[in-house]
């Protein structure tokens, strides 16, 4: 990796951002006090927060309308 070149230009090289984002999407509402998931259902809830975080409610109001 050239770390130099890439904090030259202001990008992130640390893991940090990534790893607070699992723990805010993945975190917050699977684990919530007597959750259980399944494989699919954990996949589904996932993929719901990380657009509702993302504020992509055009692709969650499609998916809406599609179920």
């Given at each position: 990796m050239q770390y130099g070149r890439f904090?030259?230009?202001g990008l992130m090289i640390g893991s940090g951002p990534v790893e607070a984002g699992c723990k805010v999407v993945?975190?917050?509402?699977?684990?919530?006090?007597?959750m259980r998931w399944s494989g699919q259902g954990a996949?589904?809830?996932?993929?719901i927060r990380t657009r509702a975080l993302n504020r992509q409610w055009d692709?969650?109001?499609r998916?809406?309308?599609a179920a």
């Open positions: 904090r030259a230009q993945v975190g917050e509402r699977p684990k919530c006090s007597g996949d589904n809830i996932l993929a692709i969650l109001e998916a809406a309308k």
